[in-house]
T-cell receptor, first 110, second 113 residues
Framework: QQPVQSPQAVILREGEDAVINCSSS?????VHWYRQKHGEAPVFLMI?????EQKGHEKISASFNEKKQQSSLYLTASQLSYSGTYFC???????????FGKGTLLTVNP | DGGITQSPKYLFRKEGQNVTLSCEQN?????MYWYRQDPGQGLRLIYY???????QKGDIAEGYSVSREKKESFPLTVTSAQKNPTAFYLC????????????FGDGTRLSIL
């Protein structure tokens, strides 16, 4: 089942922070995060595995709460280059297939 | 420079026609995937292959077919049975199967004439 991302869209000014959430109705084994700029290929950001760990990538970090079956992506001191659509992909079974959410459109303005 | 090459970038299909989208990778990855992306819908898995000469249906395989005769190649055929083929198609690969980052090609945009 497709995970639910929120918010659907967010507009920031450069330097502001944002949180993007990804929730699933079933147990999760891992969560992937990707960013896609308009007309381009999605780019891998990070994977979070079962265990509640938090990972970081530049000023972008994420957490994974397996009990709540959700993950959050944190963007700190946003830059113009952070603009794009962020997708979470969840893996909830033994076959490691990813199911992606519908995406969150992030726009960072000067 | 390693990566995934999809061709063509744009493709037009006539009624009743089958078309094939090319995907080639030189990353020496075992697993390859095909996704369909529609506006506001995220990425939906069409087919995936964990290893050469093997592939499985994804969530929306009807009207599509694939082959995996070589490790580096995973072409997707959109058959005439796919009644709504207009979409952005993305090919991806990963080193192995399970909890591996996926690397994506630049996509093929398919439209109906």
């Amino acid at each position: 089942q497709q995970p639910v991302q929120s918010p659907q869209a967010v507009i920031l000014r450069e330097g502001e922070d944002a949180v993007i959430n990804c929730s699933s109705s079933k147990a999760l084994y891992s969560v992937h995060w990707y960013r896609q700029k308009h007309g381009e290929a999605p780019v891998f950001l990070m994977i979070l595995l079962k265990g509640g760990e938090q990972k970081g990538h530049e000023k972008i970090s994420a957490s994974f709460n397996e009990k709540k079956q959700q993950s959050s992506l944190y963007l700190t001191a946003s830059q113009l280059s952070y603009s794009g659509t962020y997708f979470c992909g969840t893996e909830g079974g033994s076959n490691y297939k990813l199911t992606f959410g519908k995406g969150t459109l992030l726009t960072v303005n000067p | 420079d390693g990566g995934i090459t999809q061709s063509p970038k744009y493709l037009f299909r006539k009624e009743g026609q089958n078309v094939t989208l090319s995907c080639e990778q030189n990353l020496n990855h075992d697993a390859m995937y095909w996704y369909r992306q529609d506006p506001g819908q995220g990425l939906r898995l069409i087919y995936y292959s964990q290893i050469v000469n093997d592939f499985q249906k994804g969530d929306i395989a009807e009207g599509y077919s694939v082959s995996r005769e070589k490790k580096e190649s995973f072409p997707l055929t959109v058959t005439s049975a796919q009644k709504n083929p207009t979409a952005f198609y993305l090919c991806a690969s990963s080193m192995g199967w399970g909890n591996q980052p996926q690397h994506f090609g630049d996509g093929t945009r398919l439209s109906i004439l």
